[in-house]
């Protein structure tokens, strides 16, 4: 069941700052509205994994990894491989982070990171189908968020990201209906490259890459996902404030042109 | 067990949908409100196929203790699909889908409720889909916002709720299962219309930003209608007891 969760242990003169500035347009880091803080993305640092990437945005740090392995196909989609995220908020990386199942927080988003990769296609599943309706390959996208501050969204999405487009999964032939793997590997299929762009209603402005103390001050947070084509392709609000339509058009807009910045550096970093 | 095949195609010549529908058209809204003995709030919708009961407990006691909110209410909310609300069985176990959908249920009912009047209680909010056919979580929150008021909570507005999406390369309201399923986009949204505060947004598939724009703009609308929809089922069950100034002939209390 999902119930109100207990205001933060910021204290109230924090929050009080964050929102002060907020009022004259400005943040607690001296960014600009739409400014993210410093991205840094590394690929292939786990050689077990078939795929992965690390994301340090500012002070929050997630590492992707990507196992591809051998599975059954969804009854619905007999000729499709199949993509699963999960998202683990290891309790290493905020001090109220607990051990135990996934919480609603997790689960939450991991399904935006799901969204934004399935509805976009990033994965190109047609090409993953090995016997239709038997077997296929099953792309596991792992997030480990290890230190929290702010805007997991956008850097674990970033990070599946990089972790999908450095990926590798084998070459295989079929004999008397056996799968034989071959030593060599082949990059996974990517086709599209969907970037959320998270902003965080803080006072009566929005504010793009929020921080942790943004987000501990904000009503409502916004999430928009945008393909490589400038397509919308997820959103999710969260949060317990609203938000008006016309900001969420502008929100809309902001995204569109600042996902093209933000792909251009995934797209260096996963090269 | 029946299989459902796709639709050849979600819009037919003259402009219609698979159901008959325009591009602007809601299903067929039945509201009730006070449907459930127990609780201290109830609200059956039917929208389509779409069967959902939703029940309010509270202000009440919180438990376990260590969840209270010294200046506030705890608003709690469940979403939960019937194992026979679809057409293959729904394993009872809580899905993912169900404790996102149960998130942002609270989060898009949040802002209405006046939850510091009742500060160290609880509020609970029960949502059973007895019958699923695209866009429950919006007509779960119809129906929610129904029993919060049912329930005697105080609220800033109601909230409404209604999806948009494209479907058959056209942008249209309150998608069915079939147009959710095969369509190109699907945005739930839920709205405090007089106030116009967009307390739920999401989406999923692909839309360019005027057919965003043009799809939350019909969403938006379709909301104010339901709205009115919501404001009646409210007279309906309350109106007499308000107009009434002699207490009832048999004294009986009704609720």
């Known amino acids: ?271 | 067990m029946s299989k459902e095949k796709a639709p050849e195609r979600l819009i037919d010549d003259s402009g219609l949908r698979i159901d008959g529908r325009r591009p602007e058209d809601l299903r067929p809204i039945k509201l009730e409100v006070g449907v459930l003995e127990n609780a201290d709030g109830s609200a059956f919708i039917q929208q389509g196929k779409n069967k959902i009961l939703v029940g309010v407990f509270g202000p009440r006691e919180i438990h376990p203790k260590h969840m209270v909110l010294p200046d506030r209410a705890v608003i709690r909310c469940r979403y939960r699909m019937a194992p026979f609300s679809t057409e293959e069985r729904k394993n009872p176990a809580p899905s993912r889908r169900e404790i996102e959908i149960s998130k942002v249920i609270r989060e898009a009912l949040e802002p209405a409720v006046m939850s510091e009047y009742y500060p160290r209680t609880v509020i609970d909010i029960f949502i059973e889909a007895l019958q699923c056919d695209g866009g429950t979580r919006c007509a779960g929150i119809v129906a929610a916002s129904l029993a919060l008021a049912d329930a005697g909570i105080s609220m800033k507005e109601l909230v409404s709720a209604c999806s948009a999406g494209k479907v058959g390369g056209q942008v249209v309201v309150d998608l069915c299962d079939l147009e959710d399923k095969y369509g190109e986009a699907d945005l739930p949204v839920a709205l405090m219309p007089n106030l116009s505060a967009v307390t739920l947004i999401q989406m999923d598939g692909k839309l360019s930003r005027e057919e965003f724009e043009k799809a939350l703009d019909m969403a938006s609308e379709a909301c104010r209608q339901i709205r009115n929809f919501q404001a009646e089922a409210l007279r309906h069950k309350y109106q007499g007891m308000v107009d009434t100034e002699e207490p009832p002939a048999t004294g009986e209390a009704s609720k």
């Open chain 1, 1 to 271: 069941m999902s119930a109100t969760p207990k205001t933060s242990g910021m204290a109230k003169l924090e929050r009080d700052a964050v929102l002060e500035l907020a009022s004259k347009n400005r943040r607690l880091d001296g960014r600009a509205l739409t400014d993210y803080r410093k991205i840094k993305i590394e690929t292939g640092i786990i050689e077990k994994a078939n795929g992965s990437a690390q994301v340090t945005l500012g002070k929050t740090k997630v590492m992707v990894g990507v196992k591809v392995q051998m599975g059954s196909p969804f009854p619905d989609t007999p000729n499709e491989g199949v993509q699963t995220v999960n998202v683990e908020l290891t309790p290493l990386a905020y001090p109220t982070f607990e051990t135990g199942p996934p919480g609603e927080n997790a689960i939450e988003l991991a399904r935006i990171v799901d969204r934004n990769l399935r509805e976009s296609k990033a994965i190109d599943v047609t090409k993953l189908c090995i016997t239709p309706g038997n077997k296929v390959f099953v792309v596991f996208v792992d997030i480990n968020v290890l230190d929290h501050d702010g805007n997991l969204i956008d850097a674990s999405t970033y990070a599946a990201l990089a972790a999908l487009m450095t990926g590798k999964f084998p070459e295989y032939e079929l004999k008397d209906g056996e799968v034989i793997f071959k030593d060599s590997f082949q990059p996974l299929p990517i086709n599209n490259h969907p970037v959320p762009v998270t902003f965080a209603k803080v006072g009566k402005i929005l504010v793009a890459d929020p921080c942790l103390k943004e987000e501990e001050a904000m009503s409502a947070r916004l999430t928009v996902g945008i393909d490589k084509d400038d397509f919308v392709c997820a959103m999710q609000k969260g949060g317990i404030g609203e938000l008006d339509s016309n900001e969420i058009k502008a929100a809309v807009e902001t995204a569109i042109n600042k996902s093209r910045e933000l792909r251009g550096i995934i797209m260096e970093a996963s090269k």
